[in-house]
């Protein structure tokens, strides 16, 4: 009874999940398109900070997406993802000190680290076998001549 509990509890969760991410991946597409429509309007462009805004604004989507990523396939590589583009956000968008970019460069390096030196064996075989398959599919067909 416990078990079948359990069971019950994680389905709902990751029901939920899927719903929060069908409800962010909406608003990243809304969002995408109101942000064209911004980039593309001719008034923005006698603004001086017209750049840093369209990037705050996509990068911001991008975390969106990667987020999304992240409630659908839970994997390290994905929390990683997410991480990444956050501090990233911060280093292209945020006019900080050079200590602050320094140390957003330094946590993107030990995400990188964490990455490639400490995930585990049976998730760098699935991405082994994830990249083979990529490549495979990828390769163009050879014509017999």
Do not use: C, W
């Not at 995930?119 to 075989?125: A, H, T």
Request: a positive charge; glycine letters at 4%.
């Amino acid at each position: 009874m416990r078990k079948r509990l359990q069971n019950i509890m994680f389905e709902i969760g990751y029901i939920l999940e899927l719903i929060i991410a069908f409800v962010v991946g909406v608003s990243v597409l809304i969002l995408s398109v109101r942000l064209l429509g911004q980039a593309l309007n001719s008034s923005l462009f006698q603004e001086d900070d017209i750049l840093v805004s369209i990037l705050d604004k996509a990068m911001t989507l991008a975390i969106g997406v990667e987020f999304i990523k992240m409630l659908v396939k839970h994997t390290p590589e994905t929390v990683i993802e997410v991480l990444a583009f956050a501090i990233a956000k911060q280093l292209v968008v945020m006019h900080t000190t050079p200590l602050e970019n320094f140390i957003t460069v330094v946590s993107i390096a030990v995400l990188f680290a964490t990455r490639r030196f400490l995930m585990l064996s049976g998730d760098r075989i699935r991405m082994k076998k994830k990249n083979k398959k990529n490549n495979t599919d990828n390769k163009p067909e050879e014509t017999q001549g």
